[in-house]
């Protein structure tokens, strides 16, 4: 079954980006020249996906909703769902039920940053025909730091370790996973953990005893941060400074994507544009209008 619906998970303490989150969301803070999570809302899109649920907290949640609106002048539908606090991230499953519907979801962390040649198409064969769970995975220098996965010589999962000390392996996961319609009811079986939070690699782990997690490689020339601390921070938005100075380029613009992917017309992006003010984002669009 085709996904057609997806979640940002946008909630959180930022407590690694203190003092920078002691008066906003992580998610709110600049990648470059746009908020932070500009950069995974892209990402669904890209994917197809058009029907999205916002988690957040009490505070930044109205934020968000200043910001995005309804979604309908992107071609979008979004929804807000409070998380009253940090429970672990598949509380997303049990506070967003009545959004997942029994249907296939899937989630993105507001925190990450993806950028790719042909990243839609790895994107939208993951979401073409949904069976169990999926995750991406991407080489790192330092695995400890990540919930990681030991594969066979043929890439077939074998084991999931969460920041192993002693690692076998150096492919993390990222912030982007894709789960079936029972997601809900095995997240809501789950138990907390010593932190006192639901944990994603025990959801993952469902699956894999049941032979039903898959794994997609994000290779070499993908871009993945996640952007928890200062210097990762920092490392994205010099990334997105390069390439679109370099290339006359913008990186996870939602008009120029929802137009790209035909949610929109021209004339819708044209009325987006207008109503932006002036500066360089707006100047940009303005000449996507004019092509």
């Not at 992107?74 to 598949?90: A, D």
């Not at 913008?250 to 992917?261: G, H, K, L, N, Q």
């Amino acid at each position: 079954m085709k996904i057609k619906k997806g979640i940002i998970l946008a909630g959180g303490t930022g407590s690694r980006l203190y003092p920078l989150t002691i008066a906003t969301n992580k998610q709110l803070l600049p990648i470059y020249d746009k908020p932070a999570i500009y950069y995974p809302l892209a990402t669904l899109m890209l994917a197809g996906i058009q029907d999205i649920l916002f988690i957040s907290t009490p505070r930044d949640l109205p934020i968000l909703q200043i910001l995005f609106g309804d979604g309908s002048s992107l071609g979008m539908n979004f929804s807000y769902q409070v998380q009253h606090k940090p429970g672990g991230l598949p509380e997303a499953f049990i506070v967003g039920e009545k959004f997942i519907n029994t249907e296939p979801v899937a989630m993105i962390l507001g925190d990450n940053f993806f950028h790719a040649h042909g990243l839609p198409e790895i994107l939208s064969r993951a979401v073409q025909s949904c069976t169990g769970a999926g995750i991406f995975t991407h080489r790192v220098e330092d695995p400890s730091q990540y919930g990681v996965v030991v594969v066979d010589k043929n890439d077939t999962i074998l084991e999931i370790e969460e920041k192993p000390k002693n690692f076998k392996s150096n492919l993390a996961i990222t912030g982007l996973y894709y789960f079936d319609e029972t997601v809900c009811e095995r997240a809501k079986k789950l138990f907390p953990s010593e932190r006192n939070e639901l944990e994603i690699v025990d959801l993952l782990k469902s699956y894999l005893l049941e032979d039903k997690l898959s794994m997609s490689l994000l290779g070499r020339g993908t871009v993945w941060f996640d952007v928890g601390t200062p210097r990762a921070l920092l490392d994205a938005s010099n990334y997105v400074q390069v390439v679109q100075d370099r290339q006359g380029i913008a990186i996870a613009s939602p008009e120029e994507v929802a137009w790209r992917m035909n949610f929109i017309s021209k004339d819708p992006l044209e009325k987006l544009v207008n109503g932006l003010p002036k500066g360089r984002y707006k100047q940009y669009l303005h000449g996507l209008v004019e092509l």
